[in-house]
């Protein structure tokens, strides 16, 4: 799990992007001396294929960091002043090698390492999964005609009474611990459940329950195995939740979303 956040993090690649950025400014600034039998035009070739071949390799890993992480991970400003900091850490590291170059090699590690962490926490406590999105087609006669599109998979229209609507997830909820080495909420979208109006006790009233065909996320089986063993899986629970009630606003979209801590929440598109 740990290897798998460090390759889907854009901090990661940044790092190795850094330090072949580090050796190429290196390369190009260092003074050395010329071989005897070397001119100062082979010196020049060969010094500047040096600096090309390492920018070429930093090149190679800031492209692994748009397709694997990708491009929408890499919209961070803080990754710039990441990557500015690092290639001036790793310059003077390799610059100054017995002054500053294996005790700031070590540091550089800690303090990478601390970093990352530290950012993966803050996204994994204040990050939310989108299990769908919701858009109001049509309503007439107190119906409604909702379209959801489920990630990874085809759009599906249904035609549902009422004209409120929340949905019901079974969430596995996982343990601080479990969120901060980058484990995400595992969820099974089941189904809607719909509402109307009363105008009599000014309430809403239940319509029906639509249950999913084919609901979305984990598996049947595999949520029972965690509902079934919650007793000796620390850090785990296994719950369904009901999302807030929304009122459908024709032609209006919405986001539902999962947090880490279980909570379901549907928000507005704009």
């Not at 309503?139 to 489920?150: A, G, P, Q, T």
Request: glycine share 4%; aromatic share 16%; with cysteine.
């Amino acid at each position: 799990m740990g290897f798998d956040f460090m390759v889907k993090s854009p901090y990661f690649w940044f790092v190795l992007v850094a330090f072949f950025s580090a050796l190429a400014l290196l390369v190009l600034v260092k003074k050395k001396k010329k071989k005897e039998n070397q001119t100062d035009e082979e010196y020049r070739n060969k010094k500047l294929i040096k600096v090309l071949v390492f920018l070429s390799l930093a090149l190679v890993f800031f492209i692994c960091s748009l397709i694997i992480p990708g491009v929408e991970k890499i919209k961070d400003i803080y990754l710039l002043y990441f990557y500015a900091i690092l290639v001036f850490f790793f310059f003077l590291a390799l610059k100054f090698k017995k002054a500053f170059g294996i005790p700031a090699f070590i540091l550089a590690i800690v303090a990478v390492s601390a970093t990352i962490m530290f950012i993966q926490s803050l996204r994994a406590f204040t990050g939310e999964t989108e299990i769908a999105k919701i858009r109001v087609l049509n309503m007439e006669n107190s119906s409604m005609v909702l379209d959801i599109d489920f990630p990874d998979s085809e759009d599906k229209r249904f035609v549902m009474k009422g004209n409120y609507f929340t949905p019901h997830v079974k969430v596995v909820i996982l343990d601080d611990f479990y969120v901060f080495f980058g484990a995400k909420t595992l969820y099974r979208f089941v189904g809607m459940e719909t509402y109307i109006d009363d105008e009599e006790s000014e309430m809403q009233r239940q319509v029906e329950i639509v249950p999913f065909e084919t609901p979305m996320g984990i598996s049947r089986e595999i949520y029972r195995f965690f509902m079934d063993n919650e007793s000796w899986l620390p850090g785990i629970k296994a719950v369904q939740v009901e999302g807030p009630r929304k009122k459908a606003v024709l032609l209006q979209s919405y986001s539902l979303r999962v947090q880490y801590d279980g909570g379901v929440e549907i928000t507005l598109i704009e």
